[in-house]
């Protein structure tokens, strides 16, 4: 029985050792289980996922819990079904357990349907404290305000008809959730644009940016952070909305959980790259910076773990600064924080990027020849990285060489115009640079060429390759 062949084993990994004991105490509850079998099925596959096993064969797990009966594999998978959906109930209960006052609204909801007035006004007071004292002011704080403010304005329309009600107040969050969402999204979908070949409709966002324009809207951190991001992401000069957004980014950073955080940073992040790649060196130290508060407060840690592609950026980021010993500083003390299939592979990769970087072109050489790259980027900034080193070692032949393989390789591959262009330009221009006579007018022509040439991530390093000639 392959275990890669069964979401119930895979959602077994999952289970923390806590959870596990809470799982088997649900597990003896007769409110939620009819049949002992599940429970024996649980205390029989556990074991095998404790230790990483593949589970046993159908036949031997059939034994363990059905010991006096003959195998009958729909049995088993009718058993295996019924543990799974249980499992699925644990986590219901304890997402309810956590959600407070998503709960509270719903069991407002379950009082008013059963006419209980005195336990209905108990929870509303309950809930409309736990809103004022909930620490963020998120799309979840609004979504459960919202679901709230429904919830009163109901019981009053029924239970106090003469009374005059406050349904501004009910419009006014609708408004603002929708706009937060809408904003949120739409920076998503931008930014997946551009990422991938792809086109996506925005909807009528463009018919409310007069009317979030206000201050009413923007003193919202949560409208106004998604706002700036959206028109730095969009504007062609996006320099002033990014500033603003920052500023809302790090004095109202409380109104967000770590997850929503995290893809703020890296909302910043993507775009400083951007406009590092169009050669706006200012933007690398924006970078860094926001890399370093990253791993300070923990956002850029997840599941204890820390991306791949995270880690490139933060090496690229600190090498670009010439910041050595933090970069390799970084590259130890967090390559334990890896996917163990990547480890090896990732911190190879960078340390090939931190020897290039010191001029130990040798070194740099090794380590990119022990690495296997499955990730295109990766490839051909390694690429871009040994067309340099032939060039500065002026090992033309093996240069020439390489940069028609890589030319052929790009041409092939399935990427974004942007990095196909760049790749391309890259290429055409060291390639002039090698065939560049000592010329004058030849160098200062082609000099105009690289300064002028939007798409070109190398356009320092040729510039000062040409400066040297």
């Known amino acids: ?36 079998d599940v429970g024996k099925l649980f205390n029989c596959l556990y074991p095998y996922v404790l230790k ?25 998978r009718g058993v295996m079904s019924d543990l799974f959906e249980l499992i699925e109930e644990y986590f219901l209960i304890m997402q309810q357990r956590k959600d407070t006052i998503q709960t509270r609204n719903r069991l407002a909801e379950i009082y008013r349907n059963r006419e209980l007035s005195k336990c209905y006004q108990g929870v509303i007071k309950k809930t409309e404290e736990l809103l004022e004292k909930y620490p963020q002011r998120n799309e979840f ?4 305000l919202l679901d709230f403010q429904k919830e009163k304005i109901q019981f ?43 086109t996506y409709d925005y909807g009528i966002l463009s018919n409310l940016l007069d009317l979030i324009d206000l201050e009413k809207y923007l003193k919202i951190p949560a409208i106004g952070i998604y706002y700036y991001c959206y028109l730095f992401l969009t504007e062609e000069d996006g320099d002033e909305y990014f500033q603003k957004f920052k500023e809302v980014l790090f004095q109202h950073s409380d109104h967000f959980d770590q997850s929503e955080i995290k893809i703020l940073h890296l909302h910043a992040i993507n775009f400083c790259i951007g406009q590092a790649n169009r050669g706006r060196s200012q933007f690398r130290e924006e970078i860094l910076e926001l890399y370093k508060d990253g791993l300070e407060t923990g956002y850029l840690i997840e599941d204890g773990q820390i991306s791949r592609f995270t880690y490139n950026n933060i090496v690229g980021a600190g090498t670009s600064l010439k910041e050595f010993e933090w970069s390799q500083s970084f590259i130890e003390d967090y390559a334990s924080l890896l996917d ?14 931190l020897e290039y970087s010191r001029k130990n072109y040798k070194a740099a050489l090794l380590h990119l020849q022990n690495t296997e790259y499955e990730d295109v980027l990766n490839t051909i900034i390694a690429k871009t990285m040994v067309s ?13 060489s390489h940069l028609d393989s890589f030319q052929i390789y790009i041409r092939r591959k399935d990427v974004s115009d942007f990095y196909r262009k760049n790749v391309l330009n890259n290429i055409r221009y060291l390639k002039n ?20 040439e939007a798409v070109l991530t190398e356009k320092s390093w040729l510039l000062d390759q040409l400066n040297e000639r």
Not at 54 to 76: H, I, M
Not at 141 to 144: G, I, L, N, P, T
Not at 156 to 183: C, W
Not at 441 to 452: F, G, H
Request: proline letters at 2%; hydrophobic letters at 35%.
């Open 340 to 353: 163990d299939d990547y480890r090896d592979s990732t911190v190879s990769f960078n340390m090939a990027r």
């Open 52 to 76: 990483d096993k593949t589970f046993p064969s159908k036949e031997r797990v059939f034994a363990k819990v059905f010991p006096q009966r003959a195998f009958n594999d729909g049995l088993l």
């Open 433 to 452: 640079l090698v065939s560049l006579t000592g010329d004058k007018k030849q160098i200062n022509s082609l000099r105009k060429e690289i300064e002028n």
């Open 1 to 36: 029985m392959a275990k890669q062949n069964y979401k119930l084993y895979n959602t077994l990994r999952k289970l923390e050792r806590e959870e596990v004991w809470q799982v088997k105490k649900l597990l003896q509850s007769p409110f939620f289980v009819f049949r002992k």
């Open 141 to 144: 704080y609004y979504r459960q």
């Open 388 to 400: 340099r080193i032939y060039y500065e070692e002026k090992t033309i032949d093996a240069l020439l």
């Open 156 to 198: 009053e329309l029924l239970n106090q008809r003469t009374k005059s009600f406050n349904l501004d107040e009910v419009a006014e969050t609708m408004d603002i959730l929708y706009l937060m969402q809408k904003l949120k999204h739409t920076c998503i979908q931008f930014t997946h644009q551009k990422l991938y070949k792809t």
